[in-house]
């Protein structure tokens, strides 16, 4: 038999749990990357050229590598220089560092988006940096953000499974590991790829409700 359901139905439960792994590290390491986002899109859009061409430097770097061998250099390459990390601390720390590179970019594009004369007009009513920042720019400039860091979450969902290379546990390793006990490949894979099937759709979901909600708000 090709498929069998009821193998299937008995592996379920690891793979769920595994999927669950999943979730948290991605959930994690999204929310991380949003943070580190914001000061490299600040730095990239400053006045200052030497802020800027570092912080545009370093994030074409991070862009412009695989993120396997990101990966690798941060699990493999800090014990060289005395800082080991937990694989899934690792883990966490490359998806946050990469994908914060990405989102900085939807951050600067969406922030230079906004007119100038907002900014010069929240001046003009004496309105301070930060004031300007969070009630002018940052309203006019979230919404174009929106499809791109759900595509950016859709993609972490699916990198994570890079993950599996330094033996973080989570669902495309369970279900290798799966595979490798039972010598039977095609459940637990078919599952996992379902599994991550639903991820995405459900962060494609919760990205179209977002936009729908800032819209309406």
Not at 28 to 38: E, G, K, N, R, T
Not at 126 to 149: C, G, R
Request: proline share 6%.
């Amino acid at each position: 038999m090709i498929f069998s359901p009821e193998f299937a139905v008995s592996i379920l439960p690891r793979l769920l749990y595994a999927a669950g792994v999943t979730v948290k590290l991605t959930v994690l390491s999204f929310a991380i990357a949003l943070i580190v986002a914001l000061p490299l899109a600040l730095a990239r859009i400053s006045n200052r050229k030497v802020l800027s061409i570092t912080a545009g430097s370093f994030i074409e770097f991070i862009r412009g590598t695989p993120m396997l061998i990101q990966l690798f250099m941060v699990f493999f390459g800090l014990p060289k220089i005395g800082l080991t990390l937990q694989p899934v601390t690792a883990g966490v720390l490359a998806l946050s560092v990469h994908y914060g590179c990405y989102i900085a970019e939807a951050y600067r594009a969406g922030l230079q988006a906004v007119n100038p004369t907002q900014r010069e007009a929240a001046w003009s009513l004496s309105l301070s940096p930060f004031d300007t920042f969070k009630s002018v720019l940052i309203p006019q400039a979230v919404p174009p953000m929106i499809p791109a860091l759900g595509t950016y979450l859709i993609g972490m969902f699916k990198d994570a499974a890079l993950l599996a290379s330094i033996s973080v546990f989570e669902l495309l390793t369970t279900a290798k590991l799966i595979g490798t006990e039972s010598s039977r490949y095609t459940e637990p894979m078919t599952i996992a790829g379902l599994l991550f099937l639903c991820m995405s759709l459900a962060a494609a979901g919760l990205t179209r409700l977002l936009e729908r909600i800032w819209v309406i708000g």
